[in-house]
Structures are given as C-alpha cells and as structure tokens.
C-alpha cells in the first residue's frame, strides 16, 4: 500500500515531514502513528489506514513533499523485504536463530491480529476521519509503537494529543473512560488527561484482559477539568521550541520587522452588554452547556464597525491595499506552553452573538484537543486577541500578516463612571474593561482607526442586543 502526504487543507499544497514514528522494517498497525507534518499553519499526525511492514521510506524526516505525493510504502507482513527485516528484528530481540527447528513463517503478533480482525472504531485525526485501532489488551503504549488507543470503549473516544498524554503520563485510561461516561462525554481531551494528572490519578497503566471491566472512576476524575498548570522550568534547562513556538516567532519576527505598527485605545462601558448578557446567560448554558462571555458581544459589534471600515480587514500588497470580500474573524486561543494559535471563524459578520459564541467555543474546543485542520487556521481578515481571562489592565498585541489590524479585549472589571441624565450626573457602578487595536499605519492612518474603535464602542454601549437572541 502506498502512504500518500495527505490533503492538508484548501490552502496547503505541501508539508514537511518533520518526524517519522516508524522505521523500514517495523511492523504497522491500523491506526499507529506514522508521521508528523508541519506545514506553515499547524502540525499534524497522520496514522496508518492499513496494518502491513514499513518496506520503504520515500520522503524522510525534514523534507518537503506535495499533496499526493508517495512517501512511503507498506507491504504485507508475510512477503518480501519487509518479511525479512521484521523478522531480523523480531530475532534480535528473542535470540533465534534464522533455521531454528520447526520456525514457522513469520506473523503478526497477536495483538496485531486480534486488532485486524477487530471492527475498527473512527476517530477525528485533524479534523480528518481515519480508522482507529482497537486495542485488546486495552493498553497504553509507548511512543515507540504509537501512542495508544484512539477508542476507549463504550464510544468514547480520545484525541491524538491526549493519547501522547496518556503516554507519557502512565494514565489508567480506563478510569479515564469511565469518568467520560459516567459524565455523559463523548471524547476524552488534552483538559481531562492534564485534570488526571494534576489530582494525582497518574498511574502506570496495566495491560488487561479485553473482557474486563474498567475500574471505577475516583471521585477526582468525574470533576470538571482543571485548568492546566504550567510546566516547571528548570534553571538552566534548553526548552526546545516546538512547533506552534517556531511557527509564531518566525511570524511575529517578521512582523514586528516589516509592519509600522500603531496602538490605539478606547474605554468601554459594559453596562448595555451585560444587562443582555445577564438575562441570558443561564438559558444560553442549558441550551449550548458554554458560557455566555463578553467576548462574542465584542466580536459581533466588530463584525457591524468592519461594514463600515472595510480597510481593517485589507491587506497590503504592493502600493496599494487588497480589500476582503469576506469577515473572517480569527479568535486567539491560549494553549498554555504549548503556544499560541488562531483558529478562523469564517464569515462571521453573517453571525448573530449566540452564533459567534458557538462558533468560538467550537474552535477553542478544536484547538485544544489537537484537532484543528490548516483550513481553520487560514484566510484570517481580522484578529481578536482575549487576555481578559488573566486579569490585563491594557495589552499591545502583535499583527498577524497579512492582516493589518488586531484588537486585544483585556480584563472587564467594575468601576464608578459617570452617568448622565436629563436630571443631572450621577454616579454608578458598570463594568468597564479596554480595547486596544494594533494597526498597519500603511494601510489607515490614526483617525481611520479612532473612527472604527469609536464604532465598536458606540455599538457595544447603545445597541440592542437582545435583538440577536430573536
């Protein structure tokens, strides 16, 4: 069977394969990690579809390939080159000699054959349908043999970057399995292996029969995630930058290097919004199980402004400014030390305020459980950057290019404003937070910018937002 680079999205014609999982001769899986590809967008594991030996690897580690291209063969572990090498190192291994009396031909493990027989379950690889592996033994593996199971039973199933977690962690994927049920979850994430560790439920994970039951969850694990903690740093460690890392310091450099970068600011009065937000709140989260934040609200009024200041979503190009056809939002979302990535919402200005709150939580959600696609991280027009989560008083956030403008929203918190009346000025308490907009002084000058914070402003303090919620 040939081994294709795969499609990697609309906009992606070719990646690099940065890591090989396998070696020539190894014996492949159905679901075993092949490959890891980078492209420009975002990094990828891709899985083998078929069971077979590794024969040949065409394009190694750190070189480029087209979409479509061969960059591997595997063959039947029964024939050729492929037999012999497997077997070579199955030998090594048990010391027997190549004319031991009685050695029948060379097979798959048992396992292997238990899973070729076993109907495969389907998992989401990168936003891509893949067969996964069913494991019999229910076990964990190494990330010499991949890195476990992408069912973990009763329909649950689990990401590629939790599977890695889970590996490295000696997580018991069963309680794991059994806390998702029990919570009526459909997948087991990157929150819930971190939540597990962080309660101290890592343990190493003992190979079972298939017909067992999985244990009982801990009380621990049916909590909702806990927030990951960051890594701890060693003085004098090198921290290797991993993929999203490199990708966002070569963009940014460049940034930083090319664009004439300008900050402005405006002041936001939240009382409109939240009188709305409050409302709605509790329905929205029976209805959506998310929150209602401030944020889609903000996106929503930049969509509206954007209508009316076209140029924040161009791009340069040239002497002159390419202006967009489309409003496609891109959400930044945190993914703690592991970087930073914005996945895009695209034509988000046909959205109402519940729409972009579902559509952002989709993304987040994607994000974070290692599933997003290069599509969804390409054709961004416009930026929005939320570091109010942390607390931030005022943030100067960096340009993505092409794009010519991004907004940080920082932290809303409650302060006395003044208020004007018919009557008189008084003085109550609102919610109040900052927005800052990072702009490209060669595509709008200071007042372009002024004008369009203004709007959004002007939007999120006097429009009627329940008219979004029908």
């Not at 992606?12 to 092949?34: C, M, Q, R, Y």
């Not at 594991?45 to 690897?57: F, N, Y």
């Not at 401030?294 to 390419?322: Q, S």
């Amino acid at each position: 069977m040939e081994v294709l680079m795969p499609q990697l999205g609309e906009t992606v014609a070719e990646g690099t394969i940065s890591t090989w999982f396998k070696s020539v001769g190894d014996v492949v899986e159905a679901g075993d990690n092949l490959f890891e590809i980078e492209t420009d967008k975002v990094s990828m594991e891709v899985q083998a579809i078929e069971g077979g030996v590794l024969s040949e690897i065409r394009v190694a580690s750190g070189e480029t390939a087209s979409v479509g291209t061969v960059v591997a063969v595997i063959g039947d572990a029964g024939s050729g080159a492929g037999r012999d090498s497997a077997q070579a190192k199955a030998e090594a291994r048990t010391g027997a000699p190549d004319d031991a009396p009685g050695r029948a031909e060379p097979v798959a493990p048992a396992a292997a054959a238990a899973m070729a027989s076993a109907p495969a379950a389907e998992t989401r690889v990168n936003g891509t349908a893949a067969p996964a592996m069913t494991d019999p033994f229910n076990e964990v593996r190494t990330p010499e043999r991949g890195y476990g199971r992408a069912d973990a039973g009763n329909g649950i199933k689990v990401t590629p970057l939790a599977r890695r977690l889970i590996a490295q962690h000696g997580i018991d994927l069963g309680a794991l399995a059994a806390a998702a049920s029990k919570s009526g979850a459909w997948r087991i994430g990157k929150d819930e292996v971190m939540a597990a560790v962080e309660q101290g439920a890592a343990a190493p994970a003992a190979r079972r029969d298939a017909t067992a039951q999985p244990e009982p969850a801990p009380a621990q694990a049916r909590q909702a995630p806990a927030p990951r903690a960051p890594a701890r740093d060693v003085p004098g460690e090198v921290v290797p930058f991993n993929a999203i890392r490199r990708q966002t310091a070569q963009r940014l450099s460049e940034s930083w290097r090319t664009i004439p970068m300008a900050v402005q600011a405006v002041e936001v009065d939240y009382a409109n919004v939240e009188r709305v937000r409050a409302a709605r709140k509790q329905a929205f989260r029976e209805r959506n199980g998310t929150s209602l934040t401030y944020l889609p609200f903000i996106a929503r009024a930049v969509c509206l402004a954007i209508a009316e200041y076209p140029r924040v979503t161009a791009r340069v190009e040239g002497d002159g400014l390419v202006l967009s056809r489309e409003v496609n939002l891109g959400i930044a979302v945190d993914l703690g030390q592991d970087g930073l990535v914005v996945p895009v919402i695209r034509n988000a200005d046909e959205l109402t305020v519940p729409g972009i709150a579902k559509a952002i939580d989709r993304q987040v959600e994607k994000a974070r459980s290692g599933r997003l696609s290069p599509d969804d991280l390409s054709g961004g027009t416009y930026s929005i950057t939320n570091n109010g989560s942390f607390g931030t008083l005022f943030t100067v956030p960096l340009i993505n290019p092409p794009q010519v403008a991004i907004m940080s929203t920082d932290a809303v918190r409650k302060k006395p404003v003044v208020v004007e009346t018919e009557s008189g000025d008084s003085i109550a308490i609102h919610p109040v937070g900052v927005l800052a907009q990072s702009f490209d002084h060669r595509a709008f000058d200071g007042a372009y910018s002024a004008s369009f914070l203004g709007r959004v402003k002007s939007l999120l303090e006097t429009r009627d937002w329940a008219g979004d919620f029908g």
